[in-house]
């Protein structure tokens, strides 16, 4: 069973920017990956996915354009790289796994189904 941890988190005034990190205790290399987050008093969201194969992308419209989603097979580690973050980013943010090597578009909850424990990213205004 892969476990994914999370870190990077923390808190940042808006307009600046933060790198998380997910990294897998196991090989993650044939599966598509996906970052969320949930806002207080919020469903979790789907921000960003990324393929196994062919690096293909999908992201929400409400990151599109600020945040980017990569991975290093090598490190079974996978990147979000978030630029001009917003009040409204604030959340914890979750990595997550998908059984197959193929997205289809921006990250739903339920087709994900291993998840790391998260990592709160507080932006201030």
């Known amino acids: 069973q892969v476990q994914l941890v999370e870190s990077g988190g923390g808190s940042v005034q808006a307009g600046g920017s933060l790198r998380l990190s997910c990294v897998a205790s196991g090989s993650t290399y044939s599966r598509c990956m996906g970052w969320f987050r949930q806002a207080p008093g919020k469903e979790r969201e789907g921000l960003a996915a990324?393929?196994?194969?062919?690096?293909?992308?999908y992201y929400a419209d409400s990151v599109k354009g600020r945040f980017t989603i990569s991975r290093d097979n090598a490190k079974n580690t996978v990147y979000l790289q978030m630029n001009s973050l917003k009040p409204e980013d604030t959340g914890t943010y979750y990595c997550?796994?998908?059984?197959?090597?193929?997205?289809?578009?921006?990250?739903?909850?339920?087709?994900?189904?291993?998840w790391g424990q998260g990592t709160q990213v507080t932006v201030s205004s």
């Open positions: 990324m393929t196994a194969v062919g690096g293909f992308t």
């Open positions: 997550a796994a998908r059984g197959e090597r193929y997205c289809f578009s921006a990250p739903v909850v339920n087709e994900y189904n291993t």
